[in-house]
């Protein structure tokens, strides 16, 4: 079965880190590209940072300084979240592996809440 499941979200205080983690099962994602997106509801999804293949990464303005997207084998990615506001409460996906006939990921994980109190 090919599914990502991510893990780490949580509740935290502003000012305090999480750790996301994104594993692949039954996919190998070491040629693709690894994105973080994040969605508040009533919102639109916003990409919140990605990662190549080759390790280059990219962030949202919102994040920058802050959040740092690492990926350390084949099948898992993560997202260390420091520094964390209330605006960054939101449900995170991870998702792998951009198609570009569809526009989109072929694959996206089940999300894990994100939840920073001020």
């Known amino acids: 079965q090919v599914q990502l499941v991510e893990s780490g979200g949580g509740s935290v205080q502003a000012g305090g880190s999480l750790k996301l983690s994104c594993a692949a099962s039954?996919?190998?994602?070491?040629?693709?590209?690894m994105v973080w997106h994040r969605q508040v509801p009533g919102k639109a999804r916003e990409l919140v940072s990605s990662?190549?293949?080759?390790?280059?990464s990219s962030y949202a303005d919102s994040v920058k300084g802050r959040f740092t997207i690492s990926r350390n084998n084949s099948k898992t990615v993560h997202l260390q979240m420091n520094s964390l506001i209330s605006e960054d409460t939101a449900v995170y996906y991870c998702?792998?592996?951009?198609?570009?006939?569809?526009?989109?990921?072929?694959?996206w994980g089940q999300g894990t809440q994100v939840t920073v109190s001020s």
């Open positions: 990662i190549s293949s080759d390790g280059v």
């Open positions: 039954g996919i190998k994602i070491g040629g693709c590209r």
């Open positions: 998702a792998a592996c951009w198609v570009r006939s569809t526009g989109g990921y072929r694959y």
